[in-house]
């Protein structure tokens, strides 16, 4: 089972220990490791599922059926403290050039989970995961909360129309909720294929498969990448710290990080090469150049720790993934094309 880098908080545990929290979207990349984290924090942990087995291997409670239903929603969210919502979009990617001719299929799940969680009798604080993207290309570096939000692709617009959703039911059901813009964040428990979450478990998963990473271009727009366990540290944190309520959070890495330099280091890392290539035609038109978070506010309302450094998070996840010790990922083999 899973153990996440901060399981000696005891602090965050003497907080979570016996609390009822349910994780939406637990079959993702982020609510596997968000159930896993909780698991350790001993909180009682119920998972939202359509698989027949859950991703995060932990005791808990499975909660099995589709969030399109109004009805399911409403009986499975009574009785929890806190409701994470990890869900994405069937359908639409940040690739994604035009959206889905069931558009309401997109919305339904988030808006049925914030409906069921404003009108239960338990009044649990919803936890609602955003992106960085809701910002569009930045007006200036790093991004704060109150930097405008134009976001420029359809996923962004989408994640967007989803935060104003659920400030409408926040300010007429008193729904409690934080809103948490996460920008990049990678790291162990992901689906190791061509579906991986994030630019950088992809690059992990096409090195370790003997396949090259491909660049756009010079690669040379910044991410603010931040390995999961940190993220997940910040996530259990922002559910026990009442003046996070209301809030919206920036939530990233501590430094930018080109794409060809994190491209480069997986390849050294793990072995591997990487191939500039032009710019395809739809993935330029949704670019939105450098971005990095300002944490100020993250930091101000949460007692966070220092993050586990960009090439150590890349070690910790290829160690994961392979079972090999991570000073074993450390020889120079990357090639350029």
Known sequence: MYIPRFADDDALRERLTGKRVLVAGADGFLGANCAYALHAMGAEVGLVTRQERPRAEIPAKVHRGDLLDRAFAERIVEGYEVV???LGFPRVLPSTPEPSEDIDDEFRPHTNLFLACGSAKSNPLMIHTSTRLVYGTPRYLPVDEDHPALASSIYGVHKLAIENYLRVFRQSMALRSVIVRLSSPFGPNNNASREAFGILNLFMSLALSGEPITVYGEGDQERDYIFVDDAMHAYLWA??????ENETLNLGGEEGVSIARAAETVARLAGGEVRHVPWPKEAKS??????VSDL??????????????????????LSHITGRDPSSFSNDRVGRA
Do not use: M, N
């Open 296 to 317: 100020s506010k993250c930091r101000s309302l949460l007692p966070l720790r220092p993050q586990l450094s960009f090439e150590e998070g890349i070690r910790s996840t």
């Open 239 to 244: 559910a026990v710290t009442t003046e996070c």
């Open 84 to 86: 994470y919502d990890f």
């Open 286 to 291: 949704v670019e939105t150049g450098s971005f």
